[in-house]
């Protein structure tokens, strides 16, 4: 006889999950009692529950596996939400392992931290309903045992997404029956799961839509990345002759130095990229869902249904011809439909490479190799870009930094960069980073890129890098500023809360145990971020940007603009 603990880390072993984030607190504790006696699994422990989710999220981005997030419930049902939430929407496989903090004969007595639901306390049932694909609350052994199978199952069947089970009262300390009824099977076979394709019809029809196109276009989404389906995107651009452009979640799922890369659409995307999508006579969209930011907010002249051909390939057939009117939907995984695609037909029309070569202009401005004081910010990204290469990850926060990035940062490789574009959350990039550096080991980079504002909220992470032993470097580009929030000033105090006080980051950061550089000569930022990449230690480097550089100013795209600027 076994703890329901003990199997469901036996059973966390056996699905091969090298990690757990996590923080210890609640029923959750008798969980963590059993994982130091597991062969193959680890607690990653940072400092709080929102950083343990974000590095679960980027642990499933990068990997395809899920990410698994465990916790006391009233702090994984908030603090833990922003992994969560992104997860959600960057379609992140993740499983959350949590508790209601149920106390029995306790919980109807003025309960305190109770999460059940029940009069006196609060559902986390009805916080993790809002986000999670599916959750469970089981009440036995056996019950707890197949949920959690289910969870990992669900957390990758389909579009991928967070699943959550709930650890109920006594339940994690009873015995799991030996023989029960119903039944619970080798968690492996339970977790089985098969990928989608296409139907016949459907991939005759696409072809035909390709093959008479005189100028098409892919625009590849998250769903590549989800699928790593990235030398099937590549086969296609061959086969038909396509131009490839990608959506924000879908940067670097083809490598934009490629002769047939054409850039990132989207309101703060390269213009040379939307332009592209607007001169397409048909467009194949491959995991993407088409949002607000992707489509220039609808802008009548970007994406045109009534004069081009979509075909449109997801995992969801809700939502192929979501937003758009589609011609032809491709329902099943991004890997399956592409394959077939290429494999069934082919064309040629002399139109893609040279409009594509035009269209990377966009990457270049005279800005990235200014060298005036403070640095601007394009200056602060072409230093980056000399020391990304195909084994560099580089995770972008939200705000002005990660628009710069998108436009000047030319990835070199596929799965060379990742950014907070789901729920768009701040304070992503540097757990997200030591998430990449654990996942990948010594044989990757990874350079994380946030404001000031985005680092302050988890940099935390920094001292997590430094106790689990990898070296990310963390870029702060710092305008001692909510910087695209005061940039919507129409004048100085107009919007409350936009500034804030000159911190020591570099001083932080040695408190820590890792390096802090701050850096105020453009000249001098490649070669520190070259010994930070050499480094064994975390580097913090404190670049100090132009504040006055306005990025809505310099990056909104026409189309964009044609409806408004309508702003995040």
Known sequence: MTTTAAELVDTLDSLGVEYVFGYPGGRVIELLDHIPDADGVELVRPRDEREASVMAEMYGRLTGRPG?????????????????????????????????????????????????????????????????????????????VRSTQLAFKHAVAGRPGPTAVILDGDAITDEVPTDPTPATWDARTQTRTWDAAPTATDVVAAVEALEAAERPVVIAGNGVHAAQAYDELAAVADAYDCAVVTSYLGKSTYPETDDRAAGVIGSFGHEGANRVVSEADTLFVVGCRLNPMDTNWQAPAFIRPDEQTIVHADIDTRNAGWVYPADVGLIGDASESLAAVAEAGEASTGWAIERATAAREWFESPACTDDSVPIAPQRAVAAIQSVVDEETIVTADSGNNRFWLLNYLQTPAVRTYFGSGGV?????????????????????????????????MTMNSVETAVEYGVAPTVVILNDTSLGMVRQMQHEDGDIAGVEFT??????????????????????????????AKAADVPHVIDVRIDREAEMAATLSSSFYDSVGGLHE
């Open 68 to 144: 698994v997030l465990t916790g006391q419930g009233p702090w994984i049902g908030s603090l833990g939400m922003i992994g969560q939430m992104e997860a959600r929407l960057a379609s992140s496989p993740m499983v959350v392992l949590t508790e209601a903090s149920e106390r029995g004969e306790y919980s109807t007595l003025a309960p305190y931290q109770q999460a059940r639901g029940d009069y006196g306390g609060f559902s986390l049932p009805d916080i993790l309903d809002g986000v999670s694909k599916e959750w469970w609350f089981p009440r036995t052994p056996t019950e707890t």
């Open 424 to 456: 768009g959350g701040m304070g992503w990039a540097t757990p997200a980073a030591v998430s990449a550096a654990l996942t990948t080991g010594e044989d990757t980079n990874v350079i994380a890129v946030a404001g000031d504002g985005g680092f302050s």
């Open 502 to 531: 000159d911190t020591d980051f570099p001083k932080i950061a040695e408190a820590f145990g890792a390096v802090g550089r701050r850096v105020t000569d453009p000249t001098a930022l490649e070669s520190v971020l070259e010994e």
